[in-house]
Structure formats: C-alpha cells, structure tokens
C-alpha cells in the first residue's frame, strides 16, 4: 500500500487552500471541486471544510500531523513571518538530527516543516 491523500478539516476553505498554493508551494491538481480543495501529488493534500459534526468534536484547529519537507528550517521562519504565518518558537535540533518547525495554518491547523539530516552518500 502506498499513502495517497491526507485530510485537513477548516473552516475557511479559500483561505487554506491560498496558503497552502501560496505559502507551501503545493499545486491545485485540480479547481473544479467546490466542496473540496486538493493539493500537491501522491500524497496529496485534502483540504475540506469541517461540517457541523467536525467542528462539535473540535477537529479543526489541533496539531495535523502533517509534515512538510523544508531544506532549511533555520531560515524558515523569518520567510513564514514575512508572510504573516505565525510560528511556535525556534526550531528546533532533534536528537535524530533533523530540525522541525511547527507553525499555523488558516483555521488555526498546526503543521510541521521538518529539515531531515544531510546523509553522506
């Protein structure tokens, strides 16, 4: 099995998807949806508005899970300021060796940038 698509409940779902486009520099595959918003390639990106339900059980907002890869977690953040994309502090060194930086995406969804480590090839 291979990981296709991840889901992201929002509450604005224009909004999400220009950050997403905008901001992260993933590709609409396709604008013809107007209840749904994909992103990127296999694995792709679902961007859905939370109905009712969602939103009673507070799944829009909380940390994703969503990591995005980054070549540079250091500079990062002052490129996400410029854009006026709040982050959650320095990003950190992991024991492993990568750098992970969290930051918020519209409708307050946390995803993670993460720098993996340099391997020597």
Not at 88 to 95: D, S
Request: with cysteine.
């Amino acid at each position: 099995m291979q990981l296709s698509t991840v889901r992201v409940l929002v509450h604005d779902l224009p909004a999400a998807a220009r950050f997403y486009e905008d901001i992260v520099g993933l590709a609409r595959i396709d604008n013809s949806f107007p209840d749904f918003a994909m992103l990127g390639d296999r694995p792709g990106i679902r961007l859905e508005p939370a109905g009712d339900a969602a939103q009673d059980q507070d799944l829009v907002g909380p940390f994703t899970g969503l990591s995005l890869a980054t070549h540079n977690a250091v500079t990062l953040p002052a490129e996400l300021a410029r854009k006026s994309v709040p982050t959650h502090g320095r990003p950190p060194r992991q024991a492993w060796c990568g750098t992970l930086l969290h930051a918020d995406a519209p409708s307050g969804n946390t995803i993670t940038f993460v720098e993996l480590p340099q391997t020597a090839d």
